[in-house]
């Protein structure tokens, strides 16, 4: 098997793959995430994930609780079982792949299961279509949250921008690592809270998927690669921000928002609670950061955005 180490929130995890589809995806996805010096580390214990295959089907554990099941991304079914101690949990997804989590021992297994294809030969479920559950679950365990977002950071703070799918956030992220921001993520990013009591904001920095000329379709692109972004790997939390986009005007303005909505915002960003580790953990941090201060942003025509509209709330 062929180890790739990369350090995702902090956290060194080494994917351990027979495969050489999944190596050339995970080199792919994590790109700017490849062990190196440059991007921080915190005590963790290195987690390693051994993923293996077979045309044995899925087996359901037979004396585990269920404790959740339901979709993720609208499509992809998730069963959720953990043992009465909580060592070991198990999760089945889409019944074909089988995820087993041993927190005490930084360890996770992944089986899949094959089916038969033309040829005698056989079909294995894709890497990247549980890759990104395994990540935030491996994340939650070491109380690194995952939320959908964006982020940009300037003047070592980290502008968290939450929103619905086509309110903005992938434009904004363009708009301001053109301006000379620092890019965190278009899509993905994961929140913390340090020693100190800081809520620390982690990049993830993947492609985005932004829409072509014409507007018709959407084509993933390397932000940092093909426009030259700078990057941040790791920020203090500096604001929260929901576009919202508006076509009744061309000028964009900013109005303060409420904590609470800050704390919805959060909340609904982030996974379903009940598949994560540490549940409390994290309403304490969301608790703990919609106290930061947040704004709505009437996101109007792109063309006239100037990205100094957020100079007026970082005096």
């Known amino acids: 098997m062929t180890g790739v180490t990369v350090v995702i929130a902090g956290i060194p995890i080494t994917f351990w793959t027979g495969h050489p ?45 269920l404790i959740w099941e339901g979709h993720v991304h609208n499509t992809t079914s998730i069963k959720w079982y953990n043992d009465v101690d909580e060592k070991e949990n198990v999760i089945v997804v889409a019944d074909d792949i ?37 990540l935030q679950s491996i994340a939650s365990m070491h109380e690194k949250y995952c939320v959908h977002a964006s982020c940009l950071a300037r003047d070592g703070r980290a502008y968290l921008f939450m929103g619905q799918s086509g309110s903005g956030k992938t434009t904004l992220s363009e708009i301001l690592g053109r301006a000379g921001w620092e890019y965190m993520g278009d899509d993905l990013v ?7 009591g ?24 390397d932000m940092i690669k093909e426009w030259h972004f700078k990057r941040a790997y790791r920020e203090k939390l500096g604001y929260i921000i929901k576009p919202l986009r508006t076509g009744a005007t061309q000028r964009s303005t900013i109005i303060p928002a409420s904590r609470a909505d800050a704390f919805t915002s959060l909340v609904y960003a982030a996974n379903n609670i ?3 580790y540490h549940r409390q953990r994290w309403m304490d941090i969301c608790e703990a950061a919609s106290s930061f201060p947040a704004y709505t942003l009437v996101f109007a025509d792109r063309k006239y955005f100037d990205p100094a509209i957020f100079d007026t709330i970082s005096r």
């Open 21 to 65: 589809s999944d190596i050339g995806c995970l080199k792919e996805v994590f790109a700017h995430h490849l062990e190196s010096d440059e991007i921080p580390r915190d005590g963790h214990r290195h987690h390693e994930v051994v993923i293996t295959s077979s045309r044995e089907r899925v087996s359901f554990p037979a004396n585990m609780p």
């Open 98 to 134: 089988l995820i087993r989590h041993l927190p005490e021992r930084h360890l996770t297994l992944c089986h899949l299961s094959e089916s038969k294809a033309c040829f005698s030969k056989s079909r294995r479920p894709l890497l990247s279509n549980y890759l990104f559950f395994l």
């Open 190 to 196: 994961f929140i913390s809270q340090d020693e100190a």
């Open 198 to 221: 800081e809520i620390m904001v982690d990049s993830f920095l993947c492609k985005a998927k932004i829409f072509n000329d014409r507007q018709t379709e959407k084509h993933a692109i």
């Open 274 to 276: 009940k598949i994560q």
